[in-house]
């Protein structure tokens, strides 16, 4: 047989043939191998076959060519060429001859490459694609370029993509935009051979659906001649994360407001303080409520749970979207806000009072709060400890120091009341009860002090003590004031259509409604509806109400006491003795009443230093044109002792108890005495 038709049989070989010498160099190849393989014969020429063999077929390949040239016999062995468009599993058979003297091998090989494929499908078509397309997790083929060779079912149950949206198209186009360079990233790394497997976390594009998180594993294939790229096995990790969102939102955040909390404020304020940016001011504001406490031991958690959810919702509607508010724990919210959302901090501050100003309405029905606000503005080269306590020392400046709330006593009793106080308010159950106020010389009646009582249904009548605090604890003193001063007006009506005159009448307020905007204009009302004339009418305000408000930076009382003043209204200090005011501090307020305290009046018979006090005081007042009234009269030699000391008016059991409106006609005995009366 000569070259040429060796030349041509070899041509004619179904199979793919090569001819290599002993050392493996190749020089020659049928065009079935060139076809087959993708290299031309110039390309297979000269090179050594061991290049082509797959690294882990090399070993094998080479004891089986020694066999051949050994022993003369070849065994058709399986290894894994590589093609041009990459590795095909191949079965080898050589057969030596000689040619010009020199030992050649003449290797044939059969592609099996397709032919597994079809055994795979042969023999378990069904149950393999019963298997792909059911299985929950998502297989995909990749070829190593990338491109989408095969896709299991779910991706269309996970995506709402059908094949044709995916197969031939690179894997790249399957996730969102966002995740397709630390895919690609991937791919590169498995091809770059440094590693076999590679998991990722991507989210898959989904067809008018919701995009998908999944983990992808990707198994480098290539070289598996079956597979001939990258196996993709996903699985949808929606569950997890969410429940990873949800840990990392509940490390963050206070679980009952959902607010993020104090860890996550830190992290905040560091933030903006180590931000580079610095043409942003920030503010911090610290905010503590008033009147949490009382209502939470009132209610129960389950109620002050109810009232911190609604703050934090009222404060979080109070600021922008990109300030931050925060729960720094138990009654205390901590916003660290830009500046230019706010113009300056007193606006933030005014924005947060008034949010919190309106009553909640809470399932056991509504209560009132007050916060005290603290603004600073923070100073990138503080810290955030710094900071926070500065805020903190604002807020602190911003409370005065409120009446101990007396929650520890008859809780049970106390809720009760609590819970029926809004009804109670409408009902009408609060009355008016009157205490005349007396000349210290005559014994004539000269005024009278509106006194609260709750008539309750149940228990009957109740004085201020068994509810006061419960209702300023609520936030609703206001309403009741409102309630009295509307009786008020009403009695005083009645009480001029039946004697023709009135007299002067006062009534007690707290801080908080003096300084309420709405009080000048409800005073008026009541002065108008009662025919009262403005110097006839005193509003009392006790001593430790007038000093803790007083003392506090940016307290109203001052122009809500001289707002009153200049209406002509008398102003009262009641409960004087109790507040250990200095009396210089009180001269620059437009008092012109001092009602001196019982606690004080009741031993002033015995006690010489009292009597010093009295004393000194009732001569101040003298030169100031004030009036000074005992208060707590209830034996009768208290009434020298006080009238020599220079107290002018009294009250007292003595003289008379507090009594409702029906009793004080038959007290004004003559028309005559109550017209004198008015006119002192
Ligand atoms: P207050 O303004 O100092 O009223 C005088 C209190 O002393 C009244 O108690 C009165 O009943 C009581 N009192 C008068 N004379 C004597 C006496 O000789 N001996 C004794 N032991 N007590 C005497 P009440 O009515 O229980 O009021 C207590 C406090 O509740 C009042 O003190 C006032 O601060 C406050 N209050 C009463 N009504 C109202 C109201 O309508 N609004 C506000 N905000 N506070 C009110
Ligand atoms: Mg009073
Ligand atoms: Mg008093």
Redesign the pocket.
Known sequence: MDNDTLGSLFDLLPDAAVVIDSLGVLHAANATASELYGWTLEEWKGRNLLELIHPDDIEWAAASLGTVVDKDVGTAIELRLRARDGWRLVEVLGTPFEEHGEQRILLSARDLTGRRGWEVAGDDTELFRALMQNSASLTLLIDAAGIVTAASGALIRMTGRGPEQVLNRPLTEAVIPGDRDSLSDALQTLRAGDQRQITIEVVLNGAGRPAVPCQFSIVDLVDDPTVGGFVVSGHDISELRRARIELEHLAGHDALTALPNRARLVEELDRRLNSSDRRTTTLVAFIDLDRFKPVNDLYGHDIGDELLVSVALRLRNAVRGDDLVARFGGDEFVIVADMKNHDAPDVLAQRLHAALTPHFELSIGDVHLSASVGVVICDPSRDVETVLAEADAAMYAQKYNRRPSVQDRAVGARRELAERLTTALEAGEFVVHY?PIVALDSGAWVGL????RWQHPERGLL???QF?DIIENTGQ?GR??TV?LAIVAHDMQCLRQATGATPGVA????AAEITHPDYPSLVAETLREGGIEADRFTV?L?EREMLERTNRHGSTIPTSLAALADAGIHIAV??FGTGYSSLTHLVTLPIDTIKID?SFVAGVVHDPQRRSVIAALAGMAKNTNMTVIA????QAQQIPVVRNLGCNLA????FAR?MPYDAIEIGYRTEAELREAITL
């Open positions: 205490q002090e509106a006194l609260a004085r201020p003590d006061l003193i009741l004031d009295v009534v007690n307020a707290t009392e006790s009641d409960d019982r208060e707590g009269i209830e009250q007292g059991f003595h507090p």
